[in-house]
Structure formats: structure tokens, C-alpha cells
């Protein structure tokens, strides 16, 4: 079970198409977001229906997937391990960011169109 000390899995829609970018070593790092929807009932309850966003960052092999199929709504799952880094601002402020490292991506459906149809 060591293996899961650090393991994360999300199904979601990219909230923007990944950015794709060449370290100065040459890997490939791909970046983009992606929403997670839960529903559950208030206090009263209604049905509420709350949007979570997750940073996703794809490296080498996974960077490239990212870059010919990935784009704004497309439904996908991932697995991954969750990464916090921190670093001091141009204010001189310390700034925590947390990120989903991935190892895998799964293509699910098709990308969702604004007027609620499927392509």
C-alpha cells in the first residue's frame, strides 16, 4: 500500500487549453486546470453544486499527449501525485502553490460546447 501515500485521481473538464513549454534542458512540461464538480445538499437542503479547480502538470510523454489532444472542456481523468512548492514573489512575499504532478491521462468524452451540446 506504499503506493498510495501520495496518489491522487480526478475526472474532470480542462478550465483552458494546456500551455505547452521547453525547459532549458529540453523537457517538454505541459500545464492546465481542471474542474471537478461535487453535489450535496445544504443545511436546508438544496442541492448545491461546487466547483473545485486543480493545477495539472504533465511532463515529457504526457506533455505531448497534452498538446494534441487536450483542449478547453474536454473530459478527462488523471492520476497523479500531489506536489506544494513555494517561492518568494517580486514583492518579497512567500507564495504556496499546490499542483497535481501526473502520470497518467485518460480521454474521456467529447469536449463540451458553450451551448450545452457535444461535439
Known amino acids: 500500500m506504499s503506493n ?16 505547452i513549454r ?12 481542471l474542474a471537478t464538480n461535487e453535489i450535496h445538499l445544504d443545511a436546508n437542503g438544496q442541492k448545491v453544486n461546487e ?3 486543480h493545477n495539472l502538470v504533465a511532463w515529457g510523454k504526457l ?16 492520476e497523479g501525485k ?3 512548492k513555494n517561492y518568494i514573489d517580486k ?12 502520470s497518467e491521462i485518460l480521454l474521456l468524452g467529447n469536449k463540451t460546447k458553450k451551448n450545452g451540446g457535444s461535439e
Not at 9 to 16: P, V, Y
Not at 22 to 33: E, I, Q
Open 4 to 19: 498510495l501515500r501520495n496518489n491522487v485521481r480526478l475526472m474532470g473538464h480542462l478550465g483552458q487549453d494546456p500551455e
Open 22 to 33: 521547453t525547459t532549458p534542458s529540453g523537457k517538454k512540461v505541459a500545464n492546465f486546470s
Open 51 to 53: 466547483t473545485m479547480w
Open 63 to 78: 506533455a505531448d499527449l497534452a498538446e494534441k489532444y487536450l483542449e478547453k472542456g474536454k473530459e478527462i481523468c488523471v
Open 82 to 84: 500531489i506536489a506544494n
Open 91 to 102: 514583492n518579497g512575499q512567500k507564495k504556496y502553490n499546490t499542483e497535481i504532478v501526473l
